[in-house]
T-cell receptor, first 113, second 113 residues
Framework: SQTIHQWPATLVQPVGSPLSLECTVEGTSNPNLYWYRQAAGRGLQLLFYSVGIGQISSEVPQNLSASRPQDRQFILSSKKLLLSDSGFYLC???WGQGWETQYFGPGTRLLVL | DQQVKQNSPSLSVQEGRISILNCDYTNSMFDYFLWYKKYPAEGPTFLISISSIKDKNEDGRFTVFLNKSAKHLSLHIVPSQPGDSAVYFCAASRSSNTGKLIFGQGTTLQVKP
């Protein structure tokens, strides 16, 4: 069966510090991978998605970047965090094309102070 | 532009009764719709989906109805249980769009014993 991991679970970082969140998927190959953010009291906003190694599409202009160095690894980064980057970050995967169901990881709670 | 809207931020029902969660969308190109359930500090869990070729899909206590002409879908939970208390998100996608999901803002369901 497929499993998706995210770490860390919680992170408190000062403004201006760098960020690296990691997501890995087990039990499948060539998945589509996604990063979402849920800000306090709001829905889920798609930040990035990737259909293959090195292929990243950005959905919204922002202070963050994403990379996919391996087939089942997806990394969310920032060089300098802003207060507005605080939120709950979720990684998701799906497989195939067309009508796809996405499966989410446990999430990372990021607080920027 | 909010393409997927859940206009009720919260809903409270009695245990054993029916819960009806609503969702409206504006993009007629959407052809796949999903409902997710989310507990605090956890990733969303996939519940049920429906494609645009159907108007109803049922899975146990959960039924999703799709009214394409009204661009409206609803999730029915019968009977409601206290463990159903969570935030419910509807999401929509286009089969030709690499499976990207557009989420609503979520509805918090409280099922009272």
């Amino acid at each position: 069966s497929q499993t998706i991991h995210q770490w860390p679970a919680t992170l408190v970082q000062p403004v201006g510090s760098p960020l690296s969140l990691e997501c890995t998927v087990e039990g499948t190959s060539n998945p589509n991978l996604y990063w979402y953010r849920q800000a306090a009291g709001r829905g889920l906003q798609l930040l990035f998605y990737s259909v293959g190694i090195g292929q990243i599409s950005s959905e919204v202009p922002q202070n963050l970047s994403a990379s996919r160095p391996q087939d089942r690894q997806f990394i969310l980064s920032s060089k300098k965090l802003l207060l507005s980057d605080s939120g709950f970050y979720l990684c998701a995967w799906s497989w195939g094309q067309g009508w796809e169901t996405q499966y989410f990881g446990p999430g990372t709670r990021l607080l920027v102070l | 532009d909010q393409q997927v809207k859940q206009n009720s931020p919260s809903l409270s029902v009695q245990e054993g009764r029916i819960s009806i969660l609503n969702c409206d969308y504006t993009n007629s190109m959407f052809d796949y719709f999903l409902w997710y359930k989310k507990y605090p500090a956890e990733g969303p869990t996939f519940l049920i989906s429906i494609s645009s070729i159907k108007d109803k899909n049922e899975d146990g206590r959960f039924t999703v109805f799709l009214n394409k002409s009204a661009k409206h879908l609803s999730l029915h939970i019968v009977p409601s249980q206290p463990g159903d208390s969570a935030v419910y998100f509807c999401a929509a996608s286009r089969s030709s769009n690499t499976g990207k999901l557009i989420f609503g803002q979520g509805t918090t369901l409280q099922v009272k014993p």
